[in-house]
């Protein structure tokens, strides 16, 4: 499990250590650096997979992220030319520093300034057992990409949770590997069912139905609904609303992690009603407590609250959670971004509100009740 990262001349971060838990949740104004954290850490991923790392550099236009050339990346600021990543483990270390070339897609490592401790290359951050899914998901469509690669070896849903049908197709029918994520009313342990269970949650009676379809190297989803005396006919995603489909890659990445997996994901309230996101944020505080790494970036205040009420039930510990919420400093001609770490304690309750943090509800609330 990660412990902490450190960035220098990141983007809008001239030097900031993020004390990294097993539920990390990143929030801010638009613009204000969070997507850097996740950034970071992706850009570190997908240069060990295009074989920069570990003796080349680092690749900012890849699978996971697209960064652009050197100008983009380094602080504006800086008073060096050097970009920084330390990522440090229980037992293993990695700082990484890069020599600037401005006009690059490639930042050449500096072998000299770096260093590695234990081996921080056989991590999650590095294995199969690293899942990223962005704010860019599946819409809706009659069928799916498969990927044997991705699916059967690196067991990923892709990026944009494309190969979803495909995952649950091959491993629908397999126990969960986190005993605490089953539901209540899933009538085995299988991933199908506490899928199933958990997507009822959001909207009832839902059931999903992921096929291979070999003859044209594609899988096909559909839905069915529980009716007081029977299920529906099976519905294309088309026909069933935008929602359903865009969470349900989050809902199967978290029901199929593993205890020492990690999980990335952005936006995870994106097309659900309040009450979905809610569950959201319970549902990955059960698994962040069960021993999956989770990295979540939200916009969400009721994801927010959802992983509040999670430590006021005692679903997961309060010691567990890290809050960073980021803003801009005002007084920096170089955007700087402030990062706010925000502490919950053990009833679930915020001490520190800074402006801007989850508390436009309270503002339109005030304005509405003004004389």
């Not at 997507?199 to 139905?209: A, D, F, H, L, W």
């Not at 809902?251 to 309230?269: F, Q, T, Y």
Request: with cysteine; proline share 5%.
């Amino acid at each position: 499990m990660i412990e902490r990262l450190t960035l220098k001349n990141f983007k809008s971060i001239e030097h900031e250590a993020f004390d990294i838990e097993g539920l990390n949740l990143f929030s801010g104004l638009n613009g204000a650096g969070k997507s850097s954290i996740f950034q970071s850490l992706l850009l570190l991923r997908q240069s060990f997979d295009g074989h920069f790392l570990p003796e080349t550099g680092i690749s900012l236009a890849g699978a996971h992220t697209q960064i652009g050339t050197g100008r983009d990346l380094l602080y504006v600021g800086a008073e060096k030319e050097v970009v920084g990543i330390h990522v440090e483990w229980e037992a293993h270390e990695l700082d990484l520093q890069f020599t600037y070339l401005e006009a690059s897609d490639m930042q050449p490592l500096n072998d000299e300034a770096s260093k590695t401790h234990g081996t921080p290359y056989a991590t999650a951050l590095f294995t199969p057992q690293f899942q990223y899914l962005s704010a860019d998901r599946i819409s809706p469509k009659t069928t799916y990409e498969v990927s044997d690669y991705a699916v059967n070896q690196n067991r990923s849903l892709g990026n944009k949770g494309e190969y979803t049908a495909h995952f649950l197709s091959v491993n629908g029918n397999k126990k969960i590997s986190i005993p605490e994520l089953r539901h209540p009313s899933a009538a085995t342990g299988s991933i199908i069912d506490n899928l199933n269970a958990w997507m009822s949650e959001i909207t009832p009676g839902t059931k999903v139905i992921a096929k291979l379809i070999p003859e044209i190297n594609q899988a096909s989803l559909h839905y069915q609904f529980a009716t007081a005396t029977e299920m529906t006919k099976q519905f294309r995603p088309e026909n069933v609303g935008f929602g359903l489909t865009y969470v349900l890659p989050v809902m199967l990445a978290v029901l199929a992690a593993r205890s020492g997996d990690i999980l990335m994901i952005e936006n995870p309230e994106s097309h659900l009603h309040p009450g979905g996101q809610s569950l959201m944020g319970r549902l990955i505080a059960i698994a962040a407590q069960s021993g999956v790494q989770i990295f979540v970036e939200t916009h969400s205040d009721h994801v927010f609250n959802g992983v509040r009420n999670a430590i006021k039930s005692n679903v997961i510990r309060q010691e567990n959670i890290q809050t960073f919420f980021l803003t801009r400093d005002p007084e920096s001609h170089q955007h700087k971004a402030v990062v706010h770490c925000i502490p919950i304690n053990g009833d679930g309750r915020v001490e520190y509100w800074p402006p801007g943090f989850f508390d436009e509800w309270e503002k339109s609330l005030d304005a509405l009740l003004e004389d």
